[in-house]
């Protein structure tokens, strides 16, 4: 748990960085780009599971 906290504030960090010297952000601008890259994450989380490996 502490490590997706920790992960999260870094994140925040990051984007609030690179929005400050307007850079583009090296992720998804929408929602929905964020929501695929989770889709994606779950989807090999449940293959693992099924699967055994």
């Given at each position: 748990?502490l490590?997706?906290l920790?992960?999260t ?6 984007g ?5 010297l307007?850079l583009?952000v090296?992720a998804?601008?929408?929602?929905s780009?964020?929501?695929?890259i ?12 099924l699967?055994?490996?």
């Amino acid at each position: 748990m502490l490590e997706t906290l920790l992960a999260t504030i870094v994140g925040f960090l990051v984007g609030f960085l690179f929005a400050f010297l307007k850079l583009p952000v090296p992720a998804p601008a929408t929602l929905s780009g964020v929501m695929g890259i989770v889709g994606i994450f779950l989807g090999f989380v449940a293959a693992k599971v099924l699967l055994g490996r």
